[in-house]
């Protein structure tokens, strides 16, 4: 079954103790109730730096990445619909979702 890596970009972080102790509960029970789909729950990142070929960058990153997690789906449609009720956009986040090309062994 393909595989879904999808990041988290923007948001605003909870301002509260309380909100931050509800904001994990929510992603707990949206975790969970994403059963054997979730095949990664994933890592947040921290300060993310542009590299190229000239070396790295003092330009900040257009898009900076603030997490990823990795799900299976039976396709990108299905992977989409399984992300619909995130909780990274109660706080105005945004995520990007790619498929993972299954590489030859």
Same mark, same amino acid.
């Given at each position: 079954m393909p595989q879904f890596?999808? /990041?988290?970009?923007?948001g605003k972080p909870p301002e509260t103790p309380e909100e931050g102790q509800k904001s994990m509960e929510e992603w707990k029970a949206w975790a969970t109730g994403l059963g054997a789909a979730l095949v990664n729950?994933? *890592?947040p990142v921290g300060? /993310?730096?542009v590299l190229t070929k000239d070396g790295v960058s003092t330009e900040a990153?257009?898009?900076?990445? $603030?997490?990823f997690s990795i799900l299976e789906a039976e396709s990108m449609d299905a992977a989409l619909n399984l992300l619909m009720d995130c909780p990274h956009f109660k706080y105005e986040g *945004?995520?990007?979702v790619s498929e993972m090309m299954q $590489?030859?062994?």
């Open positions: 890596i999808f /990041t988290y970009h923007g729950p994933g *890592t300060v /993310t730096k990153s257009v898009h900076p990445i $603030m997490g *945004t995520l990007e $590489m030859p062994s």
